[in-house]
C-alpha cells in the first residue's frame, strides 16, 4: 500500500471503501504495520487493539459487500484517547494508579463508533489524568514534523497519531484547550464542540462543568463525519443536549453565498505568529471568493476568563480526587450545569 493512503482524509478513504476500491481488512493490516514500525519513535499508543482490529475490519468487507453501508467512518481505522471505557481493555486515563482497570462496558462515544462500522486500533496516551503534564514514568509522544516540538497537551497522542498517519481520525477531550492545542501543533482539524452536544457517559472526568469530548481528523469535513456519529442526546449522561444532531456533511456541501461571517482582526492578528495570520488571511479571501460577506466584529475581552479557567478546573479537579473511589465510579460523568 504507498504511503500516501496513510494520509487520506477519512471521507476520502471513505469513499474508497464504499466502492470496495479498497478493502477495510487491507487497510486495517497496513494501519497495524505502520504502528509497528512508525509508533516505536512517537509512543502515541499505548494500547493496540490488533485483533479485534482486523475482527471488526472483517465484518466491515462482509457487511460492504451485501450492499450494508453505514457511512463514514464505516471500515475506517479510528483510535481512542485513552480515558474512554472500552470494553474489557485497559483504560489507565494517563495514569499509573488504573493502568490494570478494564471497563464492563463501552462508554457511550465508543459504542456509536463501533455502532457505525469504525474499526477500533487502540487507545493513545495523554495527560496524567487529561490534566497539564505526563505522568513522570509515562513517555510522552512526540510530534511526528519535529521531535522537538511541542506535540499538545492533554490530547497529544490522538493527534499525533493521526499527524503520523496511524488512524484516520480520533476522539479526544478538551477541558481547555486539549483538542485544539494539540491540532495546532500536529497541523490538524479538531473541535471542541458545545457542551453537552456530546455524551461524558464512560469517561474519564477531570472538571466535570467544562470537560468536552470531541473528533480529530485531518479536515473539517472530517471532524464533521466524527461528529455526526458520536453526538446526540444520552440517558445515561444528564448532562448531553436534547436537541436532534445536524448533518454536518451535508451542511459543509451548502452553498455559502450571502453567508455572514464575522471577523475580528485583532483577535486574529495580536500575538499570532505571522504563519497563523496567513492561513487566516487565505481562509478570509477564499469565503469571500466563494461569495460569503465578512464583516467586523470585536471579540469580548477574555483576559479574566482566561485567568479565572485554572482556580475553576483545579478546584473541580481536586475535590473529583480527593473521594476514595474505584475507577468504575471516578469516570462516570457528574451531573453539573455548564
Not at 474499526?119 to 505522568?135: C, N, P, R, S
Not at 481520525?169 to 485544539?180: A, N, P, Y
Not at 471577523?263 to 471568493?289: C, E, G, H
Request: net charge negative.
Amino acid at each position: 500500500m504507498a504511503d500516501a493512503l496513510h494520509y487520506l482524509e477519512l471521507t476520502a478513504l471513505a469513499a474508497r471503501l464504499k466502492s470496495r476500491e479498497i478493502s477495510a481488512l487491507e487497510v486495517t493490516r497496513a494501519q497495524l504495520d505502520r504502528i509497528a514500525s512508525v509508533d516505536r519513535d512517537l509512543g502515541s499508543y499505548v494500547h493496540v487493539m490488533a485483533e479485534t482490529a482486523m475482527a471488526e475490519a472483517k465484518a466491515v468487507d462482509a457487511d460492504i459487500a451485501q450492499g450494508r453501508y453505514r457511512g463514514p467512518p464505516h471500515g475506517v481505522p479510528i483510535a481512542l484517547k485513552d480515558l474512554f471505557w472500552t470494553e474489557g481493555v485497559p483504560t489507565a486515563a494517563g495514569t499509573t494508579l488504573h493502568r490494570d482497570f478494564r471497563p464492563n462496558e463501552d462508554a457511550t462515544v465508543v459504542r456509536r463508533l463501533k455502532n457505525a462500522g469504525a474499526v477500533i486500533l487502540g487507545k493513545v496516551q495523554l495527560t496524567e489524568g487529561a490534566y497539564a503534564d505526563h505522568h513522570p514514568l509515562v513517555k510522552p509522544p512526540k510530534n511526528p514534523w519535529n521531535a522537538s516540538y511541542w506535540p499538545g497537551i492533554s490530547s497529544s497522542g490522538s493527534a499525533v497519531a493521526t499527524a503520523a498517519g496511524l488512524c484516520f481520525g480520533s476522539l479526544g477531550s478538551d477541558t481547555g484547550g486539549s483538542i485544539r492545542w494539540p491540532c495546532a501543533a500536529n497541523g490538524l482539524t479538531g473541535l471542541k464542540p458545545s457542551w453537552g452536544r456530546v455524551s461524558r457517559h464512560g469517561t474519564f472526568e477531570l472538571a466535570a462543568s467544562l470537560d468536552h469530548v470531541g473528533p480529530i481528523g485531518r479536515s473539517a469535513a472530517d471532524a464533521g463525519a466524527l461528529l455526526g456519529v458520536i453526538a446526540g442526546h444520552d440517558p445515561n449522561d444528564p448532562t448531553s443536549l436534547i436537541d436532534p444532531v445536524p448533518d454536518y456533511l451535508a451542511a459543509a456541501a451548502q452553498d455559502v453565498r450571502g453567508l455572514r461571517i464575522g471577523v475580528d482582526p485583532a483577535w486574529n492578528s495580536d500575538d499570532v505568529d505571522v504563519a497563523t495570520q496567513r492561513v487566516l488571511a487565505d481562509a478570509i479571501d477564499a469565503f469571500r471568493a466563494l461569495g460569503a460577506d465578512t464583516v467586523n466584529v470585536r471579540f469580548p475581552d477574555v483576559t479574566q476568563a482566561i485567568a479565572d479557567w485554572t482556580p475553576n478546573c483545579a478546584v473541580e479537579a481536586a475535590a473529583l480526587m480527593r473521594r476514595p473511589i474505584p475507577p468504575a465510579r471516578m469516570i462516570m460523568v457528574r451531573s453539573s450545569p455548564p
